[in-house]
Structure formats: structure tokens, C-alpha cells
T-cell receptor, first 112, second 114 residues
Framework: AAGVIQSPRHLIKEKRETATLKCYPI?????VYWYQQGPGQDPQFLIS???????DKGSIPDRFSAQQFSDYHSELNMSSLELGDSALYFC???????????FGAGSRLTVL | QQQVKQSPQSLIVQKGGIPIINCAYE??????FPWYQQFPGKGPALLIA?????SEKKEGRFTISFNKSAKQFSLHIMDSQPGDSATYFC?????????????FGKGTKLSVIP
């Protein structure tokens, strides 16, 4: 069965650089969620989209932005990267109103 | 403020033992309580979930017990195996707020010793 696809799996950036993470949801899933998980921490909700519109916003820094495209894939753009942005970034998808969120394998961002 | 409090932080059991992980919440509007299992370097995977109108749910070796009045729920793993060694997160969701995002507990790192 198709799962949530995230790319890249690993990314190394310098401070103040920008990074873009991509997420391809499960086919026919119309809702995408982004989570940030620091080392040894629980996943923290950043932002979600339903039908290409932002549906909810969590602890996403102003330096970050995201969008969902017409094919339902989503991109998380991170600018002016800081050391503290080093984390695993997970994307999850679901059908609107469905209970189950399916997570991708994550993108590990390292900021040097 | 952590909306979902999870304990213990870590847990070590012998193979065949029954680890129990506990979670408590304050927001009475939460209406869905899943448990996720996460292996190192992987994304969280849904293990089992419960709604507040049910006091217990069992799927294979995994059981959720739910106490609505105490606002607590717990995960029991029967006949635990070394392959169960992972980090377990409880979570909660308030769909009535129009949001379907999950709020996670801090996680419990379980080690099952052969």
C-alpha cells in the first residue's frame, strides 16, 4: 500500500540558509500535517492543510512557511535556519474528518 | 503546558512482562485517543486508538484502558517481546474545535529484555 512519501530523507544546511521539505500524501488523502520532532522529544504540530488551504496552525516559526499544491503534495519552506531547527520533520496525511493520521518516515534536517 | 502528560519516561521489562504506560489529560473536549509506536529513525505508526465512550479496547497483545472520569488512559502490552522495544506516544485530539491535529505526550521509551 502506498504510504506518505517525504523527501529528502536527510538534509544538511548551514546557519542562515534555507531548506525545503516535500511531502506526498497517501492517494486520496486531502489533509496534510507537518510535525517537528527534536531529539528525544515528542512530535510538535506545526501546521496543516486541507484542500490546499491552511486548516490549523501550531508552533510554526515565522521563518517557516508551507503550502499544499493542487496535487495535494505539500512543501515546508524554512528560511534563516538556526541550530535549533535541527530535528526530524514529519509529514502526516489523512482524509478530512478521518481519525487516522499516517506519518511518513520523516526528513532529518541538520543545521551546522 | 503539556496538554497530555505521559509516564513513565522510560521502562524496562523482561520478555513476557506486561509494560503499562499511562497518560492523563485536562481538556475534556478531547474525543479521540490514539497510541503511536515509533522506532528509531522512523515515523510514528498508529498502534491502537480509543474513543471516550469505550472503557477498554483490545487489539492483539495491545490493550487500551480508558477512565473518562479520571481523564486517564493507559496502554498495556501483553506478553511483551524484544521487538516491542520502541518509543510509545499517547496522543489526543479535539475534533470539535475543527482541528484534526494530534497533541502528543512526551513519549515512553520501552526496552524489552530477552
Amino acid at each position: 500500500a502506498a504510504g506518505v512519501i517525504q523527501s529528502p530523507r536527510h538534509l544538511i544546511k548551514e546557519k542562515r540558509e534555507t531548506a525545503t521539505l516535500k511531502c506526498y500524501p497517501i492517494p486520496r488523502h486531502d489533509t496534510v500535517y507537518w510535525y517537528q520532532q527534536g531529539p528525544g522529544q515528542d512530535p510538535q504540530f506545526l501546521i496543516s492543510f486541507y484542500e490546499k488551504m491552511q486548516s490549523d496552525k501550531g508552533s510554526i516559526p515565522d521563518r517557516f512557511s508551507a503550502q499544499q499544491f493542487s496535487d495535494y503534495h505539500s512543501e515546508l519552506n524554512m528560511s534563516s535556519l538556526e541550530l535549533g531547527d535541527s530535528a526530524l520533520y514529519f509529514c502526516a496525511s489523512s482524509s478530512k474528518g478521518a481519525n487516522v493520521l499516517t506519518f511518513g518516515a520523516g526528513s532529518r534536517l541538520t543545521v551546522l | 503546558q503539556q496538554q497530555v502528560k505521559q509516564s513513565p519516561q522510560s521502562l524496562i521489562v523482561q520478555k513476557g512482562g506486561i509494560p503499562i504506560i499511562n497518560c492523563a489529560y485536562e481538556n475534556t473536549a478531547f474525543d479521540y485517543f490514539p497510541w503511536y509506536q515509533q522506532f528509531p529513525g522512523k515515523g510514528p505508526a498508529l498502534l491502537i486508538a480509543i474513543r471516550p465512550d469505550v472503557s477498554e479496547k483490545k487489539e492483539g497483545r495491545f490493550t487500551i484502558s480508558f477512565n473518562k472520569s479520571a481523564k486517564q488512559f493507559s496502554l498495556h502490552i501483553m506478553d511483551s517481546q524484544p521487538g516491542d522495544s520502541a518509543t510509545y506516544f499517547c496522543a489526543a485530539r479535539d475534533s470539535g474545535a475543527g482541528s484534526y491535529q494530534l497533541t502528543f505526550g512526551k513519549g515512553t521509551k520501552l526496552s524489552v529484555i530477552p
